[in-house]
């Protein structure tokens, strides 16, 4: 079995069907993939929410809040640089420009677009990657 390291976004994309994502992301760290939680988040609840949601279902928590909306930027390259330092292979979020940012960065790296509402067909994917496992 081939293992892929996972990197996805919270606010966005997990946030919208966090049950649903959590015992499939739980999946996919049971059959051998390793999972991150790669998320910019505002301080007190809004990391909180990440930090809970990560405990709750074993996955590891790389959310930072030190940085504010205005520093979009900086978010992207901070998602660009976790993504090479963890050496992730297929990285989920809901923003065009940070799945390019990370792309740039991270040639050996997929970078897979949700837009938000549509966090069924990124779901579909990940069962489809946990089903090819079995």
């Not at 015992?23 to 910019?40: A, N």
Request: proline share 3%.
């Amino acid at each position: 079995m081939k293992t892929f390291t996972l990197g996805i976004d919270y606010g966005g994309v997990i946030s919208f069907a966090p049950e649903a994502y959590g015992e499939m992301l739980q999946r996919l760290q049971q059959i051998g993939h390793k999972v991150y939680i790669v998320s910019h988040a505002l301080p007190g609840n809004d990391h909180q929410n990440r930090t809970e949601f990560a405990n709750k279902y074993g996955l590891t928590d790389l959310t930072f809040s030190d940085l504010t909306p205005q520093q979009e930027d900086q978010v992207r390259q901070r998602k660009a640089e976790i993504v090479q330092q963890y050496e992730i292979d297929l990285f989920i979020d809901d923003s065009m420009e940070r799945c390019r940012s990370v792309e740039l960065v991270n040639r050996n790296c997929t970078c897979i677009f949700a837009p938000q509402g549509h966090w069924d067909l990124t779901f579909e994917i990940l069962k489809t990657l946990s089903n090819e496992n079995n």
